[in-house]
């Protein structure tokens, strides 16, 4: 099992950053990818970006990348997420995901895939 918890969420003005954290634990050495999911109110959950663990290898959701950035701190188990000029569609609550089987050199962009889920940070950006 691992456990994620999100950190890092707030309430902020249109054009600021933040910088979201995931800090995992539990049997950390069997994560193969984690990723960073997103929910805006009255909508599906969507992807924001990946990562590889191993290998390092990030990829981001269409649209997304340039003012988003995913990173990990390997030794301390933990998973970030920077937001650059935030905007007011980017409210929402943001979650951390991790999985432990995946055999792909990128890792999956959909949800279902993953098993392991925080329980989400809140992000509100007001315009």
């Known amino acids: 099992q691992v456990q994620l918890v999100e950190s890092g969420g707030d309430s902020v003005q249109a054009g600021g950053s933040l910088r979201l954290s995931c800090a995992a634990s539990?049997?950390?050495?069997?994560?193969?990818?984690m990723a960073w999911f997103r929910q805006a109110p009255g909508k599906n959950r969507e992807g924001v970006a990946r990562l590889h663990r191993s290998s390092g290898r990030t990829d981001y959701a269409r649209g997304l990348m340039g003012r988003f950035t995913i990173s990990q701190d390997y030794a301390r188990n933990t998973l970030y997420l920077q937001i650059h000029s935030l905007k007011a569609e980017d409210t929402g609550m943001y979650y951390c995901?991790?999985?432990?089987?995946?055999?792909?050199?990128?890792?999956?962009?959909?949800?279902?895939?993953?098993?392991?889920w925080g329980q989400g940070t809140q992000v509100t950006v007001s315009s």
């Open positions: 995901a991790a999985l432990s089987t995946w055999y792909g050199a990128g890792c999956p962009p959909g949800s279902d895939e993953y098993t392991y």
């Open positions: 539990g049997a950390t050495r069997s994560t193969v990818c």
